[in-house]
């Protein structure tokens, strides 16, 4: 039995009894799915980042990745702190638990201040020199987010909802990268704003319409965002982006980035656009 380090709060009633199976597994996590559990609980090892859902093992390092003792459609099952999936079990009593929801304090940015982050948000990203693959799929996704930013400027619902849909599911990986940038987007949107802002419900209605256009790990984590929950390097970034701490900001981007393939990326991008929409917003 493996020791879990920590886990999602939302996750502590579903420990006690619960029945699902598993709905995909790699190198190192495992996806569950769980009966009237909205979202996917992901088991993760060597990582220390908190997400929506998650359950991070105590171990950095497992001898054999979770593909190849697990395959969607096993078994799983919370019972009295101990999970069990497949041959594999997890022991989550002693977890540490953790709650990915942005912090509201009522703290509004304004229009200066949402500028302010976006550029040195935008200026962090430039001297991390990360490239996008050039190939096909990139520069379509480079038009949709185009769209999706002009639709941010006009403020129209409508425009906004179009956009969402031409974004949501395009793009490889287990989260496409039009999910991502969505999501990133309302995390900056949320910060800047507050979760009842005009933006942000426009946004989340539109992504609550497209789940079905996503794979399942997207729609997860669009659930998880139009409730204000997010993975803790988004957490981290944006506080460290209200603090003006430009270093702290550098060394919370590098952890971004280093999500998935282009996720963190794709989540950064949508960041700065949903920054630079706050600051606009604010004038208003």
């Known amino acids: ?57 105590g171990s950095a390092f497992r001898p054999r990745p979770f ?32 709650d990915c929801a942005l912090p509201d304090d009522g703290w509004r940015a304004t229009s200066a201040e949402a500028g302010g982050m976006a550029r040195v948000l935008q200026d962090a990203l430039t001297a991390a020199r990360r490239p996008r693959p050039n190939d096909a799929m990139q520069r379509f996704l480079a038009v949709r987010a185009m769209a999706f930013r002009d639709a941010l400027r006009d403020g129209s619902g409508t425009k906004i909802a179009q956009a969402v849909r031409g974004l949501i599911g ?67 970034l944006l506080a460290a982006l209200k603090s003006e701490d430009e270093r702290a900001v550098r060394r919370r981007l590098d952890a971004l980035l280093g999500v998935g393939a282009t996720s963190g990326l794709d989540m950064a991008d949508g960041m700065t656009a949903g920054l630079h929409a706050a600051a606009l917003a604010r004038k208003w």
């Open 67 to 98: 593909s190849d003792e697990l395959s969607a459609g096993m078994p799983a099952r919370f019972e009295g702190g101990v999970l069990a999936a497949g041959p594999l079990m997890f022991d989550v009593r002693g977890a540490r638990l953790f």
């Open 170 to 236: 395009l793009g490889p990986g287990l989260t496409p990268s039009g999910d991502d940038q969505v999501t990133g987007c309302l995390a900056a949107l949320r910060f800047a704003l507050g979760p009842q802002d005009a933006l942000v419900r426009a946004i989340s209605d539109a992504a609550g319409r497209c789940r079905g256009s996503t794979t399942e790990v997207g729609a997860s984590m669009l659930s998880s965002a139009r409730e204000g929950r997010f993975r803790g390097v988004v957490r981290s």
């Open 1 to 57: 039995m493996e020791n879990a380090a920590c886990m999602d709060c939302r996750l502590l009633a579903l420990a006690q009894n619960a029945r699902g199976a598993v709905a995909g597994a790699y190198r190192t996590s495992a996806n569950l799915r769980f009966e009237g559990f909205d979202g996917l609980c992901t088991v993760l090892c060597g990582t220390s980042d908190d997400g929506p859902g998650g359950i991070v093992l």
